[in-house]
């Protein structure tokens, strides 16, 4: 059964979503230096789904997520990178799990949203996975290298359908995640937004 993600321009489609309410963290890396991780502007619109298969659900997503590092650590910071996207689930098993993502701030190729310059950003082109009974699976949308102190990632109007999809209702999450790199130390820190089902 197919489980499609498809990235297009989702304004005229999705229209205005509801809000969820915004939130940050601050983390402090191993070595000293202050993380910021910010979810902002994030809706989840869930719309009839347009196949109208058994078991399909369709929604348009928003997000924008931001990482800062500030402050003075005792090492210098070698890399760092932002990546945002959904954690998607579902109660039953798929037989197959596939995603298609085009448009963005990178993608190189699209056929119903043409591509803004190419600004450091990466979109996924394809994706392809199983889900087992119970498993979640992270969704990367964005993943920007900190050229400076901060990096945001922004995604509007992406289009999400879940097809064969039976028992409870699907559902996304969410995440804001930046990794970090010095010459003592890795650190990895994670912002999850709340469930939010389609």
């Given at each position: ?50 196949s ?14 931001v ?45 119903s ?84 089902k389609?």
């Amino acid at each position: 059964m197919a489980f499609p993600v498809l990235a297009v321009g989702g304004e005229s489609i999705a229209g205005a979503a509801p809000r969820i309410a915004d939130k940050s963290i601050v983390k402090y890396s191993d070595d000293g230096w202050k993380v910021g991780l910010t979810k902002s502007d994030e809706a989840v619109r869930s719309v009839p789904a347009l196949s109208r298969g058994h078991g399909s659900y369709e929604a348009f997503l928003d997000l924008r997520g931001v990482a800062t590092i500030s402050g003075a650590g005792s090492s210098s910071v070698d890399s760092a990178i932002l990546t945002t996207g959904f954690q998607v689930s579902c109660q039953w098993q798929f037989d197959g799990l596939q995603f298609g993502v085009s448009g963005g701030p990178s993608a190189q190729l699209s056929v119903s949203w043409p591509p803004a310059a190419i600004i450091g950003g990466q979109v996924s082109p394809s994706i392809s996975t199983t889900l087992k009974n119970g498993v979640t699976k992270d969704v990367e949308f964005a993943s920007k290298p900190l050229q400076g102190s901060t990096a945001s990632a922004r995604l509007e109007g992406v289009r999400i359908e879940i097809s064969g999809c039976v028992g409870a209702r699907p559902a996304v999450r969410s995440y804001v995640r930046l990794a970090m790199r010095t010459k003592t130390s890795d650190n990895t820190f994670s912002l999850y937004g709340k469930p939010q089902k389609l």
